[in-house]
């Protein structure tokens, strides 16, 4: 059996492999988002209904899990944290639509889950040094300046234990799916299909509450 999960459409231009696929997909996620933010705002009322409903519930479940390590800075950053939320959610769950290997999350490509980690270990460096100035960069070099190398290492490890984790379970269960059905294609992919939808919503919300607890820890003295 040959697997389609975990290969791509690579397109070499100006010394550089493009996974075409990839992109593609990223734009139908960016263009799914746009449209669901449409008709959700298109007329807010009071008493939500419809789309409105739906993303209001997402956004105040996920925001209720997100203030704890934030505290008052939440307002300032939610939008960055349901951003990352969103966007990991709908490409997690666009890869198990079934489709004649047409439809893949773009979370399948450890390149796009490190540009996303890379993102928020970046957003992470500019808040803190927003709200706390100079005296953020004091942390590195604490308890003394030596340990300012085993800062720097946390610092790359972070974005790449982030992007490592959310590829690998994204990309093992399309690989598992796409076994499945080629073994039994009736019940038994039907009943991981199910499981996975459900995995694409923990891991993205682990994402987002792992960038939470970063993004918490680097201004947390301001709270003080």
Known sequence: ??????????????????????????WVVFAIIIVVAFFATRQVNMVPSGVQ?????????????????LGKHFSKVSSLLFTFFIFILV???????????????PTNDLNTT???????SVSIWVIGAKLKGPSYFKHFFQPFAVFVIFHIM?????????????????????????????????LTPIIW???????????????TILVTSYLGMAISDEEH
């Open 91 to 105: 490409s997690n769950e666009l890869g198990l639509i079934p489709s004649p290997h047409i439809l893949t999350s």
């Open 1 to 26: 059996m040959e697997l389609h999960t975990g290969t791509h459409d690579v397109v070499h231009m100006w010394g550089m492999a493009f996974n075409m696929d990839t992109i593609y997909m990223t």
């Open 114 to 120: 490190l540009g996303l980690a890379l993102a928020s």
């Open 53 to 69: 409903n739906v993303v209001e519930f997402i956004l105040e479940t996920i925001g209720g899990q997100l203030k704890g390590p």
């Open 154 to 186: 946390e610092e790359i490890s972070k974005p790449v234990t982030l992007s490592f984790r959310l590829f690998g379970n994204i990309v093992a269960g399309e690989i598992v799916l796409e076994l499945l059905n080629g073994l039994a294609p009736y």
């Open 193 to 207: 299909l199910v499981f996975s939808l459900f995995v694409g919503v923990i891991q993205a919300f682990v994402f």
